[in-house]
DNA sequence: TTGTACGCGTTATCAA
DNA sequence: TTGATAACGCGTACAA
């Protein structure tokens, strides 16, 4: 391996000056800078980046903490997150975890090692006593999709979401909604559902619609859970005339299970989840779009800025969702010929 | 930063007794390493990662090279992959290539930077003089879907695969027979198309049916590039009575045109895609399988061994096909009931 | 069995 | 403007 000593050598100048032509520090006189060029190029010399972090305490390296990274809530987040990051020629290293030892572990960990400059934080809980760790040791971690009193935290309104979802159902005339909501996970992602049902009851509430408990049923936050869930919904009697869901994906397994029973949509039943993920367009599903790209670039932006000057007070940033409505939600108004969204 | 140093003044021993320890090798007396793992306990030391891959020369990070990874080939042939590497206790770091010259760039700076200890390339060209700099330098690297002499290749029988598929079609009767390849992406990805167009040949030319070029469009790997191909191959006289694809994202852009054309699939229409991404299930769509989870796990498999011994020569896997019948090409069989492949 | 000293490749300090 | 030298934290000969 060539080092920063034989180019010196070669260059005929000490240690300290290619050093200093390499960071581009002033005063350096131009003739010298050359000869430390011609060098370095004829050597084909790259300074060592390990050697390099010894000093500077930084890796450009950014770590990111998300559970089930190909799923594509997640998966959107983390392609936006990839892209701001290539931009500021830093490196991507992704901690994905599945379980609640593995997401500790990763939190006990991660601020010792510091292999990594700064962490994004999506979806998932962090306990006090980590979170506290992290700002006593001034490890740079910014929530995304999450909530700590002591970390930067940028979270989705997910209450209002819900809230707008549900008043159109009902303004379409719905008066009888299901929700399939997600459970927690095994209480380690961070759980949104409560929000979502908060929303769901004060749409209802204001509708001065009355809460029926047998239409609300929690599942797991996946395709066919949310199918039996829908099948179990869709055979009581009176049926529900629309579903609302927590997730997109649990949508999905409404629109199957409405396919299983021969139930029209959405003529019959109307359906609307709830993240915006790029899948749903393809079934017009009509959807609370979250603010997937909003929230990846601000996240990155915020937590570059407390890598650049640590111990910053933490904030809390709201992002608003946005109401998509597409082809399964279009039965009951009148003037709606068609109007999916795309091709 | 509390060092090695602080761990053996506390232990009262010296630093290499500590290393010694650390790194669990023998010849340390039980008693002495009690007092260390003690000091160890007492002063929350973890030893630095940095300082370590200094000497070392490892860094426990494996890089992958991959194009666009949000899609779902790629996605989850990643999931495999950074399974695979967290069983390891290894970090995975991805790098999202999606232009030449990005390609090109990771290639010539990631065996100098040596920042990972090995590289997983997927479904990338690697042109001769970087792949001879890898082995010179003895730079570990595997290619998944991908080809080189010079490295170590994993490629899935692309033939024949093609050639299965475009069989099965003609056994169910199809005489007309579109297809709709994928086109090079701009030269910097791995062409898969042109080993299934082979095929697709082959397996016409054994029926004696006669190739006609009109029914061959390339497309981009995509659902909108694919549905434009579709539309203008589904509107010419005599229209083909099956559409086989290069990839399944392509083929879900041609559900999507028969169902604009009001073409029943698969009664009119069968469809046959390529790849056995798990979207394709949801839609009940014939194609053919790819093995990727094999891929991942061969994959990382034979980087590892690479990284334990380099510059071993290379060699040449082929993992094979497997097609899979689903309801987008049942027309022709009577036991087929119901097949709108969505709501 | 254990401690000391050196080296890894770089940046930063300080004197020249 | 420049060069020598001391860190950075760890692993490892080598000596004890």
Redesign the pocket.
Known sequence: ?V???DVARVA??????V??V??HH????S???KRVLDAIEQLH?T??PI??S???KRTDFIGVMIPYFTRPFQNEMLRTIQHELALLHKELIIYNVESLSQRDYYFSEMPMHRKVDGLLIISLIIEEPYALKFCELGFPAVLIDAYSPHLTSLVVENMDGAYQAVRCLIAQGHQRIGFINGIKDGDFKFNQANDRLIGFHRALGEAQLLFDPELVIASEWNRHAAQDAALRLLTREPRPSAIFTASDMQALGVLEAARILHITVPAELSVMGFDGIELGELFGLSTVQQPIHELGVLGIKKLIELIEHPYQSSELIRLPTRLVERRTTMANTSAAPDTSTHT
Chains 1, 2 share one sequence.
């Open positions: 391996m080092t920063i000593q005929g100048v000490g240690v300290g000056t050093s200093r390499l960071n002033p005063g350096v006189r003739e010298t800078r010399f300074p060592n050697a390099r010894m000093i500077s």
